[in-house]
């Protein structure tokens, strides 16, 4: 069964430092890896996909990587800013159906 | 960018009383997840819908559960009697060939 950890739990940084986010699975054989953004009592919001046959993908100020060899992706934020705040998650899926996920890093970012 | 509503957004209940939790998914899709996430812990998989049939359920997903689609928009989880360990929030995805967009939740408060 795949297993998902993300590291830090939580994170907290000054506003304007560029961080990032660390996510490990056991099984190299995804499908695809999704980024997510939730905020307290809130949904998912999808912030990145990544297929696996590409190893990054920008948006804005983030970007995410993957690197299937060592079971691992990262998500990297420039610039960080306070609306920033919120719990990341990474997801992915080893057949294309259910996802599994981290239980995500909690970012504060501070003005 | 597509979107997928559930209701009701807050849903109190007692316990051993049945709920039904309502999702309308981003239309023409044929597959529909749900997922349940505990305050404080991971987003896990329920169980996946194709084509009016259950096609993969976690050992979460017990006889207690069950998903229907009543009509060619809505989509239903219903929990039969419900338990203290039941109160979370409750998600459901529509999913396009790698990307998973999800509703909002419902948040399940079982008394």
């Known amino acids: 069964k795949q297993e998902v950890t993300q590291i830090p739990a939580a994170l907290s940084v000054p506003e304007g430092e560029n961080l990032v986010l660390n996510c490990s699975f056991t099984?190299?054989?995804?499908?695809?890896l999704q980024w997510f953004r939730q905020d307290p009592g809130k949904g998912l919001t999808s912030l990145l996909l990544?297929?696996?046959?590409?190893r990054e993908q920008t948006s804005g100020r983030l970007n995410a990587s993957l690197d299937k060899s060592s079971g691992r992706s990262t998500l990297y934020i420039a610039a960080s800013q306070p609306g920033d705040s919120a719990t990341y998650l990474c997801?992915?899926?080893?057949?294309?159906?259910?996802?599994?996920f981290g239980t995500g890093t909690s970012l504060t970012v501070i003005p | 960018e597509p979107e997928v509503t559930q209701t009701p957004s807050h849903q109190v209940t007692q316990m051993g009383q049945e709920v039904i939790l309502r999702c309308v998914p981003i239309?023409?899709?044929?597959?529909f997840y749900w997922y349940r996430q505990i305050l404080g812990q991971k987003v896990e998989f329920l169980v996946s819908?194709?084509?009016?049939?259950?096609?993969?359920k976690s050992e979460i997903f017990d006889d207690q559960f069950s998903v229907e689609r009543p009509d060619g928009s809505n989509f239903t989880l219903k929990i039969r009697s419900t338990k203290l360990e039941d109160s979370a929030m409750y998600f459901c995805?529509?999913?396009?060939?790698?990307?998973?967009?999800f509703g909002p939740g419902t948040r399940l408060t079982v008394t």
């Open positions: 239309s023409n899709h044929l597959y």
């Open positions: 995805a529509s999913p396009t060939r790698y990307e998973q967009y």
């Open positions: 990544i297929q696996s046959s590409q």
């Open positions: 099984d190299s054989a995804i499908y695809n």
């Open positions: 819908f194709y084509n009016n049939e259950i096609s993969e």
């Open positions: 997801a992915l899926s080893n057949t294309g159906n259910q996802f599994y």
